[in-house]
């Protein structure tokens, strides 16, 4: 009894002002702040592999199939920070064999399958299927076996066939494009149909959402380009790193005055929750909202990346910059989800108390759970590497 009443007193003293008794405690912690960080990476990378495929982007060539194996590994653990939160992993699969279509959550399920089955697995399959036939011509044993595998036993390499690979990758492509969008901008529509929360509640949030994944998703290829070609010792394509920045700027741009004109909006619209916002913003999210996701996650990227366009420093300057710019940024867009969903829950609907929120480093919901589904999309990725090579792949001119 007196471990419940010291509970309940630690409990209380994170208290201030009025709230309810349902709102002491954040259902939702850091692992509901990886799920939409993760899925807008995947769509942000797939949208930069779209530039070459469909937009004839071909700079950017060098980055085209990573931005897919990258988008790969990050979506087959895109729930899982979400099941993990849900405990009853086991119970996962009833979403999609108990159809609600009433439901955005059940919706996000076959959204999610669509993507990943028929348009990422799809278009990296007809893209690598002619190489998979050549590199288990030359491998032997298991290795041999797999690829043999992964290529369901083709063997057709034939100009005809190649060229057919490549039309069905184009239309999956163009497929793929909207569906990256509506993965990413349903997560913007869950948090932004919450009426009963003045913080989420905004049309512009999808929106918002959807740029901002397309940031994050650009800058973590970007970083890894840079980091893979550095530890292949390979010489790393300034054209295709600049031309990946000056897309990084414009989006960045654009997504920096949708969050602008959504705050503006609140200013002017000035409800009956402006003041509790207000005290929110300037009190508990001041750290990650001014400085982490405004002025290192954005104000100093923009800035950075716009004297670019004017002027640019020699190349291995640039690298560098490069390098802390996309760190930054992924920083930013982390902060940027962690404001949306942990500030929501930091005040009452009464509008005259707040929360806090607390995390510990062991545990279902602490720091080494999120670090963990942090990491495990980079051994994926590592993997698909080793397996799949993108600088062994025969080039392949994508034009149809």
């Not at 100093?300 to 190349?315: C, D, M, N, S, W």
């Not at 963990?372 to 698909?384: A, G, K, N, Q, T």
Request: aromatic letters at 16%; one cysteine or more; proline letters at 4%.
């Amino acid at each position: 009894m007196e471990q419940h009443y010291q509970n309940l007193h630690e409990v209380l003293s994170q208290v201030v002002g009025y709230i309810y008794p349902n709102e002491i405690e954040l259902n939702w912690s850091i692992l509901i702040v990886l799920y939409p960080y993760i899925t807008g990476l995947v769509a942000g990378a797939f949208i930069l592999a779209s530039l070459e495929r469909i937009f004839k982007v071909h700079i950017l060539k060098p980055t085209y199939v990573l931005a897919l194996l990258t988008a790969l590994s990050f979506l087959l653990v895109a729930t899982m920070p979400l099941i993990s939160h849900l405990g009853k992993p086991f119970r996962a699969y009833e979403i999609m064999i108990t159809p609600h279509i009433s439901s955005a959550m059940a919706i996000f399920g076959f959204v999610y399958l669509w993507y990943l089955m028929v348009v990422l697995v799809l278009e990296i399959w007809f893209d690598y299927r002619r190489d998979l036939v050549l590199w288990a011509n030359e491998t032997t044993g298991f290795k041999r076996f797999l690829y043999k595998t992964l290529a369901l036993w083709s063997t057709d390499i034939s100009p005809k066939a190649i060229a057919l690979d490549n039309k069905i990758g184009y239309i999956i492509t163009v497929i793929g494009v909207p569906s990256a969008f509506l993965l990413h901008g349903y997560v913007g529509f869950i948090f932004g149909s919450i009426k009963a929360n003045p913080w989420w509640s905004t049309v512009l949030m999808p929106v918002i959402f959807l740029f901002s994944a397309m940031v994050s998703g650009i800058a973590l290829v970007m970083l890894i380009y840079i980091i893979i070609t550095k530890v292949r010792k390979q010489v790393i394509d300034m054209n295709c790193l600049d031309t990946i920045a000056k897309y990084l700027f414009y989006i960045l741009i654009i997504d920096f005055v949708l969050e602008g004109l959504d705050q503006i909006h609140r200013i002017y619209e000035a409800e009956e929750s402006f003041e509790a916002l207000h005290e929110l913003v300037f009190g508990k999210l001041f750290f990650t909202l001014f400085i982490m996701q405004g002025l290192l996650g954005t104000i100093v990227p923009l800035i950075t990346l716009g004297a670019f366009q004017f002027y640019k420093p020699k190349e291995q300057t640039r690298k560098l910059i490069y390098l802390v710019i996309t760190v930054l940024i992924l920083i930013g867009i982390f902060f940027m989800r962690w404001n949306v969903v942990i500030g929501g829950q930091l005040f009452s609907k009464s509008f005259y108390g707040y929360t806090d929120f607390k995390i510990e480093l062991i545990g279902a919901e602490g720091y080494l759970m999120a670090f963990f589904w942090l990491v495990v999309p980079f051994v994926i990725l590592s993997f698909l590497l080793w397996l799949l090579p993108p600088w062994k792949k025969i080039d392949v001119d994508h034009d149809i």
